[in-house]
């Protein structure tokens, strides 16, 4: 990590200054009466987002959140590989790691085919296939992931704190009439002691409901979750247990033969332990909550389902009985089909978002309910900044809607087939319906990548390339998240991933891998001669006057030869930029194959070794663009599609 760049400072680097703009601070209990970005809801959408604008000391976040205080006790704990690539860039992965269960291997069990009314272990798996990810799968109460955030958003510039006991009443969109910029009126209304019933208004530019299933921001849209149900009903409960099952502290799917199915979630702590448990069918007119079922029933259930082994609950931590179903939302923001057309004034841009739970559901089988929630607001808050801080247009907020919807409706997709599959008895003679134990297995590994969350891809837009120059690297597909791999730094031999650069910090990176053709270095210096100087050049275009050179494209070169073979004072001027007050330069801008650790990044990538690429990567890490080395104006006119010129 850098600090010092705008003089030496002592303490944590991780605590920023507090803004000299007294009104921006937001660590009050009192909410203003006009901010730029007004948050619903402090789950894991929400707070992901909170965290991210809290990066931008110019933009005015608050978020609210109708529960008294911070969330104790989760009930999302799954946390995929994705999801611990973007923790990476808020800076608290490891926090993570340390603190979680890492979920290495998953094991399945069946009926026994000596005795079928007892199980037997069938087969295990490796549940994430090498190389898939740096980062582990990994299994942590959602409230530390909460912790985390708040951390970061209580030690930045703003100093952002939840305002906790508001809840949403009504919201009301006139852009025509308010002329000052904060078309978006919302109504709160106190919950906490004393304060019950008091009123507040907040005027925003943006609003973005974060506030679950049964979000009010949803609803004074006029928005539903259209779905359906599946009927089912699946109980889950964190208990601490004694047991002779030998699999307690591996992730395992047991399939009886009479008794229907539970899904065995080992917890941080090394004793916790959480259970999911099928439950009877409902009849298409019944709902959960009339079955009235207590823990009793799912503890018994879920010893029924392990016979012939013991299973001893000494302690409850947590439980829950759901239904399944799977429901999503037409948009996730305010505009109507027919203002999207705008055939006479263009369309309408938007100012209010849903995420999360709030415009799509599922069931938490797969593991992805918390993981897609913050991958949307991810999505969502470099774009919002892009546009607060003027380096975008408005319209770059219609691609939230467009790109969140599709990963969210193949989701639901997998979701109903992998809940279904959970749900359906074992196939015997009774049930000749039922599904195979194998089958149940070989889907499992086949959809491993989308469980790990490394399988969502943007489809081409405004944002992604046609893909026509895929070929430049084909382990960087076009609108997949940028895959990392080993590198070491020039300046100091640090050895590295290369995608750790990418911090949440709302800037795009640009990574320049060299070729080794007659003059290896020729194309990467023309390329830093024309970002340095040309007319057209997306560095002086875009960046803001009196703002450092990697304020919005952060430019990072990667050759293949040996750290010890090339030398830094032979690297462009480009690479080695002034910064800061003091004009400090930045040394870590340049790297080179891990060929001593033999993970050479150009192979593991599939990068052009003769004539290198240039891999565009979004601020919320997806592939954006492939493009040859030299090919400056395609460069530059990718970035005046998304940025605004500056100069």
Request: glycine share 8%.
């Amino acid at each position: 990590m850098q600090f010092h760049l705008n003089g030496f400072r002592t303490g944590d680097p991780d605590i920023a200054d507090p803004t000299r703009d007294e009104a921006a601070l937001a660590d009050s209990d009192r909410l203003p009466e006009e901010v730029d970005v007004l948050i619903v809801g402090c789950g894991p959408a929400g707070l992901t987002l909170a965290a991210q604008l809290a990066a931008f000391p110019d933009i005015r976040t608050r978020i609210v959140d109708q529960k008294p205080g911070p969330l104790q006790l989760g009930q999302a704990d799954g946390i995929a590989c994705r999801t611990m690539e973007m923790f990476n860039a808020f800076g608290f992965a490891e926090k993570v790691a340390r603190e979680a269960y890492w979920v290495n291997e998953t094991t399945f069990w069946k009926p026994d085919p000596a005795g079928p009314e007892k199980i037997a272990r069938s087969g295990r798996v490796q549940d994430v296939e090498d190389g898939l990810s740096e980062f582990p799968h990994v299994i942590l109460n959602q409230a530390r992931v909460h912790d985390f955030y708040l951390e970061i958003m209580k030690n930045a510039p703003n100093r952002l704190e939840p305002n906790y006991s508001r809840r949403v009443t009504a919201l009301e969109i006139d852009v025509a009439a308010r002329e000052d910029g904060h078309p978006v009126t919302v109504h709160l209304e106190r919950t906490g002691p004393d304060r019950e019933c008091e009123g507040e208004i907040v005027h925003a530019k943006y609003v973005v409901g974060c506030d679950g299933a049964r979000s009010m921001v949803r609803k004074c849209l006029g928005r539903d979750l259209k779905g359906e149900a599946a009927n089912q009903a699946w109980g889950v409960m964190d208990v601490l247990a004694v047991t002779d099952f030998p699999d307690i502290r591996y992730k395992a799917l047991v399939q009886s033969a009479a008794e229907g199915s539970i899904l065995i979630i080992p917890r941080e702590g090394g004793y916790l332990v959480r259970i999911y448990v099928e439950l009877d069918k409902l009849r298409p007119d019944e709902r959960v909550a009339g079955r009235n079922i207590g823990v009793d029933h799912l503890i018994q259930a879920a010893r029924r389902i392990l016979h012939p082994f013991t299973f001893d609950v000494k302690e409850v931590a947590w439980w829950s009985v759901y239904e399944i179903g799977q429901r999503l939302c037409d948009r996730f923001d305010d505009v109507t089909e027919a203002e999207l057309e705008g055939e006479e004034t263009g369309p309408r841009l938007p100012h209010v978002f849903i995420a999360g739970d709030a415009c799509h559901t599922h069931s938490p089988k797969a593991g992805q309910g918390m993981n897609v929630s913050m991958q949307d607001t991810f999505n969502l808050g470099w774009k919002l900044a892009h546009v607060l801080t003027g380096l975008s247009g408005p319209e770059l907020l219609h691609s939230y809607s467009a790109e969140r919807q599709d990963i969210a409706r193949n989701l639901i997709d997998f979701d109903r087939d992998w809940a279904r599959m959970l749900s359906a008895p074992v196939k015997s003679a009774e049930t000749p319906d039922g599904v195979e134990p194998e089958e149940v297995r070989k889907y499992f590994l086949r959809h491993g990548r989308y469980t790990a969350g490394t399988a969502s891809r943007y489809r081409s837009s405004v944002l992604t390339g046609t893909g026509t120059h895929q070929h430049l690297a084909t382990g960087c597909p076009l609108g997949m998240r940028f895959h990392s791999a080993p590198v070491v730094r020039l300046a100091d031999a640090r050895r590295m991933h290369l995608g750790h650069t990418i911090t949440a910090d709302g800037r795009w990176r640009v990574f320049a891998f060299a070729g080794n053709s007659m003059s290896p270095h020729a194309a990467l210096a023309d390329l830093c001669e024309f970002l340095q100087t040309a007319p057209g050049s997306p560095i002086l275009r875009h960046t803001p006057p009196g703002r450092d050179v990697d304020a919005v494209i952060d430019v990072r070169a990667i050759f293949q030869q040996s750290h010890r073979d090339i030398g830094i004072e032979k690297m462009p001027a480009f690479l080695l930029p002034e910064k800061g007050r003091h004009g400090l330069m930045d040394y870590e801008k340049i790297f080179c194959a891990d060929q001593p650790g033999g993970a050479d990044i150009f192979d593991l990538r599939g990068i052009d070794r003769a004539n290198g690429c240039l891999v565009i990567v979004r601020p919320d890490q997806y592939v954006a663009e492939l493009l040859p080395l030299t090919a400056h104006s395609d460069l530059a006119a990718f970035f005046d599609r998304v940025l605004l010129r500056q100069t």
